[in-house]
């Protein structure tokens, strides 16, 4: 399909603003343009209950969290479910603000608790410290579920491109040592293959928003301490051998990413190795769709929250906790 108008629309703006090319800036100067992006074009925030910042501390350090509550998640007398979100950026962008809007609807879409979890970035601290701080936090959060009045029972991971490589290392992890329990994957667009060498990755790289072949580089130079790390499986979860037993998986695509292929990939890997796996291409859209007011956008968050409340209604919800400490914002 051609781009949807509301993308080539939003493209257009981007292209107008006149960055300059990442791989030619320092992380800071990224960071500040990726969050003049974000104002430029964001969706309008989806009301919920409450919002909490606190900071958790755990054997990889302290770390940022945000709690988003959804309304009405006690009507029924139940604990609701938790949704441990990671954002976007590469491991050097992205931060708590900057997937506000998206966390916002995954909650209210879903009737979870989000956890949108603020891990270290790159290349301040190079893998595996964002990993180890991931599966810190999800560990902290499902050990907390009381305090914090969610059903650890219920726990899933999610996050878009490079959170989503981020959830599918957490979920990978959490099988090797048992333990916390993953029900559920929401990977949105993920980057899980560091190679760099499908079609797709090559193809687009550069056009409709995505970045260019030098971008990918810096991206990388600034996560990772050497090319044999690319072929890590908590770098690249593609190269994981053995992908059976992992929880069941929603992975989002679009037609015009450059990480298209490798989500795929990674579905009909998981598909083979006899895990329940759901991969939906969104035709006509770009990576990070789903963080600006497109129409599709909305369709996916419709899509994405099915999929979470249908894998949490499969398993007996716990009672609701009396303890849930909070500081509104």
Known sequence: MPLHPQVAAHLERLAAANFAALHTVSPEQARAGARHLTQLSTRNPTQVAEVTDRVIATGAGEIPVRLYRPLGVSDDGSAPPVVVFFHGGGYVLGDLDSHDGLARALAEGSGSVVASVGYPLAPEHKFPAPVEAGFAATAWIAQHAE???????????????????????V????????????VFQLLIYPDVDFRRTNRSITELAGQYGNVTREAQQWFMDHY?????????????????????????????????DALRDEGE????????????????????MIHEFLRHPFDDAEVALADASHALRAAFTLIRPAPASAVHVANTT
Do not use: C, M
């Open 224 to 256: 990772l301490s050497s090319e044999a790390q690319k072929l890590d499986p908590s770098v690249s979860p593609l190269l994981e051998p053995d992908l059976g037993g992992l929880p069941p998986a929603f992975i989002i695509t679009a037609e015009y």
């Open 147 to 169: 305090e914090l009045g969610i059903d650890p029972a219920r726990l899933a991971v999610a996050g878009d491109s490079a959170g989503g490589n981020l959830a599918t290392v």
């Open 171 to 182: 979920a990978l992890k959490a099988r090797a040592v048992g333990a916390p329990r993953i």
């Open 265 to 284: 990939q990674y579905g009909a890997r998981l598909a083979e190795a006899g895990v329940p796996v759901v991969v939906k291409r969104y035709d006509g």
